[in-house]
């Protein structure tokens, strides 16, 4: 077995600790206002959901895999993960989004520390000069770890719809049997999402539902939730 397979079955394994399991997407909110209640508005919220992250997220993926060489680096070298960091930031002024998004970033960052990029870029975390967003931290990680940045891009985009699936689980819309199914059907809006969004810049990043950002900021509205976004 390659390196590369070991290390996408051990990033796609559900036991990963990075959080990413008590954010929904914005699915909860979806659910309560009654706007996703049946199998098949599952599947319509993933497709537009997937297709909006992979837009918005999919390009500081990127871009961090790119910033980060193998190499040891200089202090400097670590600008332009910052300043994804902070563009992608800038970019989702909704809380709730916002700090899920840190949360499975810096998760991800500390499970890889062995790395002096990964050590020094943690530091600036800590001292506040960097957020720790997930696309950013993934693209990292991933680039330390050398794995190709297809994998890269189709595992950070299936980790997302997993975890959409697997809340809807928990919030009663599917049965775990037919999440199943749900997962192997999102398959083609996903590969569909990639082909359009994997040689998209920063510059280029975008929303691309309205009515999904508006679902995501209102989460920390409901009077009760089980997830964090």
């Known amino acids: 077995m390659d390196d590369e397979t070991w290390l996408v079955w051990q990033l796609v394994d559900s036991a990963l600790p990075t959080g990413g399991f ?3 997407g914005g699915l909860e909110t979806a659910f309560q206002l009654g706007q996703v209640i049946t199998s098949a508005q599952l599947d319509r919220f993933i497709r537009t959901s997937v297709h909006s992250y992979a837009h918005a997220a999919l390009p500081f993926v990127t871009a961090a895999y790119h910033s980060t060489g193998l190499a040891i680096l200089p202090p400097e070298s670590l600008q332009p993960l910052v300043d994804a960091d902070h563009l992608f930031h800038a970019l989702n002024p909704h809380l709730s989004v916002r700090r899920a998004s ?3 970033g810096t998760s991800m960052i500390t499970l890889f520390l062995n790395s002096d990029i ?3 870029f943690k530091a600036l975390i800590r001292v506040g000069t960097a957020y720790g967003h997930f696309p950013v931290c993934f693209g990292l990680t991933c680039r330390l770890l050398q794995l190709s940045l297809t994998k890269t891009q189709q595992l950070f985009l299936f980790m ?4 959409i699936v697997s809340s809807a689980i928990r919030l009663n819309i599917v049965g775990p049997y037919q999440a199943q199914v749900t997962l192997a059907t999102a398959k083609g ?3 569909e999402a990639i082909h359009m969004t994997a040689d998209l810049t920063m510059d280029q990043a975008t929303q691309t539902s309205p009515a ?3 679902l995501q900021g ?3 509205r409901l009077y009760s939730r089980i997830f964090n976004s």
């Not at 997302?160 to 975890?163: E, L």
């Open 189 to 191: 809006p996903t590969d």
């Open 218 to 220: 209102a989460h920390d």
């Open 160 to 163: 997302f719809v997993r975890q």
């Open 102 to 104: 840190i949360a499975q």
């Open 22 to 24: 008590v954010a929904s």
């Open 212 to 214: 999904l950002d508006l």
């Open 118 to 120: 990964a050590k020094r």
